[in-house]
């Protein structure tokens, strides 16, 4: 009974590159969400999507970020150009119902460099 | 402004000791509150799970209190065990989407 699954687990990229970073729900989960937490601080939420749609994205930069969720296919948090600033954390969560009485499920995080 | 913030921001105890963390959070109208535990380089584990009409969860040797009007929720650990070292987050909801976390409290416990 696979949980929520996060891939690459670590990435190294260089200023200006593209980060992909991919987050497959637990099976049967149709909401994710995505959280950043940069070097000692707590969780912030970036943006929650169901499939096909964006719900909350109140937490993501203006600029460069992007998250979508198909209707088949893991959730893509896509960062274009990145900057050391990026270096963080990306923790992906997912859960059956919104609010619902379960939890959210998180996966084991994405490790971001950026050189 | 809905923030959360836990102290103290580290503790190291000896083995054996019962333990309270604290968690405050500025907007009363919470949806529900979760006690998260994160290993170093790992992912978050959930602890305890409170719903916003209920005061207090218990799971083993730990329990999780919840007062809505003062804002504030403790979790309480009994006979601390070195496996027991790792960051605690706490985690409020005031909707259906949006966990908003503290910092954290990081615990050691040595033998």
């Known amino acids: 009974n696979a949980g929520v699954m996060q891939n690459p687990r670590h990435l190294v990229r260089r200023r200006g590159q593209e980060a992909r970073l991919r987050c497959s729900p637990v099976k049967g989960h149709s909401h994710v969400y995505w959280y950043r937490q940069l070097p000692e601080e707590g969780l912030k939420f970036m943006v929650y999507?169901?499939?096909?749609?964006?719900?909350?994205e109140s937490g993501m930069p203006k600029e460069r970020f992007s998250a979508e969720f198909p209707k088949e296919g893991p959730s893509i948090l896509r960062i274009q150009q990145v900057v050391r600033g990026d270096s963080a954390a990306y923790f992906c969560?997912?859960?059956?119902?919104?609010?619902?009485?379960?939890?959210?499920?998180f996966g084991p995080g994405t490790r971001l460099t950026v050189l | 402004k809905q923030e959360v913030t836990q102290i103290p921001a580290a503790l190291s105890v000896p083995e054996g000791e019962n333990l309270v963390l604290n968690c405050s959070f500025t907007?009363?109208?919470?949806?529900?509150l979760q006690w998260f535990r994160q290993d170093p380089g790992k992912g978050l584990t959930s602890l305890l799970l409170?719903?916003?009409?209920?005061r207090e969860q218990t799971s083993g040797r730990l329990n999780a209190s919840l007062d809505k009007s003062s804002g504030r929720s403790t979790l309480y650990i009994a006979a601390s065990q070195p496996g027991d070292s790792a960051t605690y987050l706490c985690?409020?909801?005031?909707?259906?989407?949006?966990?908003?976390f503290g910092t954290g409290t990081r615990l050691q416990v040595f033998p």
């Open positions: 907007d009363s109208a919470i949806y529900n």
């Open positions: 969560a997912s859960s059956p119902l919104a609010g619902g009485p379960g939890t959210q499920y």
């Open positions: 409170i719903q916003s009409s209920q």
């Open positions: 999507l169901q499939k096909e749609n964006i719900i909350d």
């Open positions: 985690a409020v909801s005031y909707n259906t989407d949006k966990l908003i």
